[in-house]
Nanobody, 123 residues
Framework: QVQLVESGGGLVQAGGSLRLSCAAS????????MGWLRQAPGKEREVVAS????????YYADSVKGRFIISRDNAKNTVDLQMNSLKPEDTAVYYC????????????????WGQGTQVTVSS
């Protein structure tokens, strides 16, 4: 099993950048696909990015493709989300999550979640 803690959220103006980081405890980090998910007020939770166990494959939601980059460092037990060209519609609570699959692109594939970090993009 793994425990996850997110950091790096905050307030940023539209067009700006923000980098989220997720620190994992335990010694089984590399056995999980990792993802970043978000939930905005009045909207369903969605997977915005996912990365495979080895880091060789990535997935991005169409809404963030070309703007966000997910990466992981299995030696440091971390997964990051670099967010560029931020838009007000990116405002949400962002969660780091782990899945017991090679790569996960659907909500139900994730079974371990962090506490979330707020990202607010002003217009």
């Amino acid at each position: 099993q793994v425990q996850l803690v997110e950091s790096g959220g905050g307030l940023v103006q539209a067009g700006g950048s923000l980098r989220l980081s997720c620190a994992a405890s335990g010694r089984t980090f590399s056995s999980y696909a990792m993802g970043w998910l978000r939930q905005a007020p009045g909207k369903e939770r969605e997977v915005v990015a996912s990365i495979s166990r080895s880091g060789g494959r990535t997935y991005y939601a169409d809404s963030v493709k070309g703007r966000f980059i997910i990466s992981r460092d299995n030696a440091k037990n971390t997964v990051d989300l670099q967010m560029n060209s931020l838009k007000p519609e990116d405002t949400a609570v962002y969660y780091c999550a782990a899945a017991a699959t090679s790569i996960a692109i659907r909500i139900w594939e994730y079974d371990t979640w962090g506490q979330g970090t707020q990202v607010t993009v002003s217009s």
